[in-house]
């Protein structure tokens, strides 16, 4: 039987859009058995999950290999939709390497992100569901790069709202054109944020996370319960709290060292999703 296991990836970082992300212990898995006379796919997650070819993964293996061999697949889950934790781009990535399994396409990881990305628009998620760990990337019409490094000795709380938002949706309330000095202050948090987590300076990492003018100041009223969380995290002098990529899901990275005392401290807040102390995956898919 062949297994597929891809993390769930949050996005973003703060001032990291589009180009930074970090995968997450939460997984998508694959049992594969074949072959079959047709596609059988079985999973528990409802009924806004197709069972059939409409499937992501399937349509994305069916993409790369239309005449592809049909399987059963066994499908678990604990990504949640639509929240903002990547579960599109772990089911494109789990199809990419349905097919590369079943086909022998031998693809490599760097193959993998350029169909990826191709297909998810950016990489902040796919990245990191492929390599693992914390990753910074990068594309544009030619091609996309990633690198990663390992994050050791971090928890992300994480906070699952109870509603959906649409990435869609999310991403239409921002302009088109940002302001130079809006921008020149992002991208420099943004540079000083992955020099400090390759020097393992994740204080000022933490703190850079919380200086973004790309998004979250759009997106903010989407999202109250990110004020509310990051100024909770505050009290408990912690400074790592962002909008999981497109939201509506919150993150607050913190040490090992001041998770658990954080944790209770943000559970007991009153909002009505649902909470989560997860590691960093430190491999990909
Ligand atoms: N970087 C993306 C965004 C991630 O913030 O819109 C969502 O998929």
């Keep these: 039987m062949l297994t597929i296991k891809v993390p769930a990836t949050s996005a973003n970082l703060g001032p990291g859009f ?22 059988q796919i079985e999973h528990t997650l409802g009924a806004d999950v197709p069972a059939d070819e409409h499937n992501l993964i399937l349509k994305t293996a069916l993409a790369l290999i239309p005449d592809l061999t049909p399987q059963r697949i066994k499908m678990t889950s604990d990504i949640p939709l639509a929240r903002g934790l990547g579960s599109s781009s772990s ?19 760097y193959d993998k992100l350029q169909i990826a990305v191709r297909l998810e628009g950016h990489p902040d998620n796919v990245a990191p569901a492929i390599y693992g760990g914390f990753v910074v990337a990068t ?18 709380l994480t906070y699952i709202h109870n509603e959906e938002l649409l990435t869609s949706a999310s991403r239409a309330v921002l302009p088109k054109q940002i302001p130079l000095a809006e921008a020149v202050k ?14 393992g300076q994740l204080d000022v990492a933490f703190r ?13 009223d989407l ?40 944790f209770q401290q943000l559970i007991g807040l009153d909002l009505p999703g649902k909470w989560l102390n997860l590691g960093v995956a430190r491999q990909g898919m």
């Design 18 to 39: 589009d180009s930074i992300g970090l995968a997450l212990e939460l997984y998508l898995t694959l049992k594969v058995e074949g072959p079959q006379d047709h596609w």
């Design 91 to 109: 089911a494109i990535i789990a199809g990419i390497e349905l097919a590369n399994q079943l086909g022998n396409l031998g693809l490599t990881d």
């Design 139 to 156: 594309y544009d019409d030619v091609a996309a790069d990633a690198i990663s490094a390992p994050v050791e000795h971090v928890h992300a």
């Design 186 to 199: 992002t991208s420099s948090a943004s540079n000083v944020l992955v020099a400090a987590v390759l020097r």
């Design 208 to 220: 850079m996370m919380e200086r973004d003018h790309f998004h979250e100041t759009y997106r903010r």
């Design 223 to 262: 999202v109250p319960h990110l004020a509310k969380i990051r100024a909770a995290a505050h009290e408990c002098d912690v400074y790592g709290t962002y909008l999981s990529g497109a939201g509506p899901t919150v993150v607050t990275l913190v040490s090992e060292a001041k998770a658990t005392t954080a």
